[in-house]
């Protein structure tokens, strides 16, 4: 068993984590290790939004056009299409990729062929909204989680490898203690989002710069292996209470510090549903995400399930769990909206009329 | 809103809370407060082991004998009377005393009439069991919390004062913050159980040390004021998955580091129930008992069920809920059992058959 902290990015600590050294886990999870010579990463959310069957086809060939672009130099190593349908009735498909290194991700973003397609003034006319969220952690301020040590998804991918058991997880507060940054740092909030060009609505161009500290969370699960029983158990016990848990972030997420939820769906190259899913969602604080995570009924019943599923299986699980959490500087975020509608992404609340 | 931790008991702190400055609890809690004069108070269970319907008048006798002692000068400033029926199957009828000075419970116990009873030979052989745990908390040491500011339990009783409403809970590791200690200690356990004299079994006069840091709860409900839908509430959906939770661990704790658990029904000074219950409860460590109320599915169920309880009625509740809990060092303990049954109390898991 091993510390979710890898070797490289241990340090003295001023903080101490939840639990004794004698801490042992319920069951085994693993984190994703990258080389040492990783030292940030890039996740970018490339989205296309558009309202009503008329307009799919238009929106899934701009997803495939963003798509066959991460095939240009410099492109991610890994990235997966998806699809959800937001609050105000939107289908919003996003192209999500990662890399491993920055300065690949610059490359590729200034590439012509890239850069002038996301800038043209062709993309406010068009019918469709496009978004762009790019978030950079360094390596002190991330964290996955798998309970599988094999089958990767979203950042672990391009991370290439994989850690032993981790003895932080199975507790609240192990989120944070996985962090390498909490070893040293509250990682408390400080600013706020601001409108730096544009205005939140439709037919604009518009940047949101994120304050200090903002946390970031893909959680997802793949049900593709589960049989009978397990099957079962995930989609009538879970599901369900996963998704209320879900809608309530995304209808009334503001109030509680969550700035944008999707519950999203993944796609096949060919656009049809894959047996997985992800929630994904913007936070003022990991704080905030704590305080969600451990006293709104439905993640607590969620949690709850989950553990009484694992022992009920024994803790063979076919179900594939994972998440990705960061906790991102001022610097490391990068917000852009097109032709969105006013509720979009980190938009969320900050028009005026919100 | 205030800290959980009196003003007189806050020192520079070593170690964090779980939570920021700024976090809000979702509903009001209190705790208790004493006189700055009180440095130590005493939590005296004081019980009688009995088997059968025949056995009761005379167990019923022995509690009245113990209960009508706490009258004599130096007694005890508030007291409950208790039962329940362990994994044996022994009933099992406790006086529950407390003290605000640990000096006036020396006197009282060294009372002749008292003092000779408890160490008279004659206990071992009535055909009842009897036992006294007597844990003394220095006021650093422990905690309380109230879901009302009045009508106090426990030790809330001869603490006499009530806080402002507090800072610190709602929120997994609450219990600890609160705990004056964490300021500045883990709080992690060393050493282990010892029997110190005689041998875990019924005819002996057994006494048992406890090591460093054994945590100790009392978490208790009362639902006499409760009506219609939230009574039904309780009783129908929070109780069963609350007695499937004490069940587990007075029948499988030992696994997990809990020592003993009863889970106790209050009874009038006729020896009929009150509708006030309470799961009484020794462990290794305040880690241990934090895993435990954290991933077991039954106690995350009813974290999980009282949160949307207490949403469901609007926060309005008549449902009385509160606990005690203490980080016992050494030197606050004190066991004894005399012709009681192996499992009992602390001598649980200590006989050499165990």
Redesign the interface.
Known sequence: MESAIDEHLKCPRT??R???DD?VP?YPVWSARAPVAVRQVVMGYFGVQSRGAEMQGRACAALMKIAQDFALPDGPGHHDLTHYVDAQGFDNMIAIAYWSDPAAYARWCATPAVDAWWRSDERLTEGLGYFREIASPRVEHFETMFNTPDRFEGVGVVMGGVSGELQEH????SMRDRIPLSQTD?M?PSGSRAVIAGAPAPGQRVRIAGHENVAMIRSGQEWTDTTGQERTLYLQDMEPVLREGMDFLRDQGLGIGCYSNRYMRHLDAQGAPLQKSFGLSYWR?L?DM??WA????TH??I??SF??YV?ALNFQLQLRVYHEVSVLKADEQSYEYINCHAGSGLMNGLAPSA
């Open positions: 903080r101490h939840r639990v004794e801490y319920p199975g507790y609240w507060g509250a408390a604080s704080a704590e305080r451990e006293s709104h009924p607590v019943a949690f709850g553990m009484r022992q």
